[in-house]
């Protein structure tokens, strides 16, 4: 994905915080919003971003979703010096949801499911620590849904001999919005339709904790089984009323 990009990306700066076009492309809110009462906030890194955003910006329940940079050490960086390896972020989605209509055991469930989290520092064919998988959260109560998750996938990974998940898991404040261009890109016109992500067509079932709110008939959308599954789905969230 960077090679495309670079000429264009090298001259672009990071989102500033005087800029006024923070709307989602697809959800109609503001990208920037945070967390009511009844949200709540995690970053998730799954390969390229573009299409790890759609992924989220699909389900019932999600308020708003936006992709940016985290896990590093340089303030403000840009898409360039992150491709570069140099500041050590991770490209990634911050996701802000309706605790009320969908519970982070259906979002992780997509985290483990859309990506192969036992690839490192690598995605498909994108290669680099920007690509790493990660989840970074806030709330010191979504540390144990999260660890219980990751047992029970690396379990499921375990009977098909899929090797070892190396997802980053941390407590983190942080995040950078990327660049305008960057948000929601695969809702953009004449956007080039890509994501490296290579599920590993695993499900993630009950987990110790786990309190799925979203029915089963929603993950119908999501055929892992097809390459490319979430390129070739519309951009419209899924439409279910709980």
């Keep these: 994905m960077f090679e495309s990009f670079k000429k264009l990306m090298s001259n672009k700066k990071s ?3 005087n800029e006024t076009n923070y709307i989602h492309r697809i959800l109609n809110t503001d990208i920037k919003k945070e967390p009511k009462s009844q949200e709540d906030e995690i970053i998730f890194g799954c390969g390229c971003f573009w299409g790890a955003e759609k992924c989220f910006w699909k389900l019932p329940g999600v308020t708003t979703t ?3 940079y985290a896990g590093g050490d340089k303030k403000n960086p840009t898409y360039y010096e992150v491709c570069s390896g140099i500041t050590g972020h991770a490209e990634v989605v911050k996701v802000v949801w309706n605790v009320n209509k969908i519970d982070i055991s259906d979002l992780l ?3 483990w499911e859309c990506h192969d989290p036992t690839q490192k520092n690598r995605q498909g064919n994108d290669l680099g620590t920007q690509y790493r998988s990660t989840i970074y959260y806030k709330d010191e109560c979504n540390k144990e849904k999260i660890f219980s998750s990751k047992e029970a996938y690396q379990k499921e990974l375990n009977k098909k001999n899929l090797g070892l ?3 980053e898991i941390k407590k983190i404040d ?4 990327a660049e305008e261009y960057h948000q929601q890109y695969l809702a953009k016109e004449d956007s080039r339709q890509y994501c490296s992500a290579s599920p590993t067509k695993v499900k993630l079932d ?4 786990s309190n799925y709110k979203l029915p089963k008939e929603i993950w119908r959308n999501f055929n892992w089984e097809i390459e490319k ?5 519309n951009n419209k969230p899924i439409d279910f009323d709980n």
């Design 206 to 209: 009950n987990f110790n904790g």
């Design 174 to 177: 942080t995040y950078y919005y």
């Design 165 to 167: 998940i190396e997802t």
């Design 15 to 17: 989102v500033s915080t």
């Design 66 to 68: 936006s992709v940016g």
């Design 109 to 111: 469930k997509m985290f």
């Design 229 to 233: 599954c979430v390129l070739r789905s």
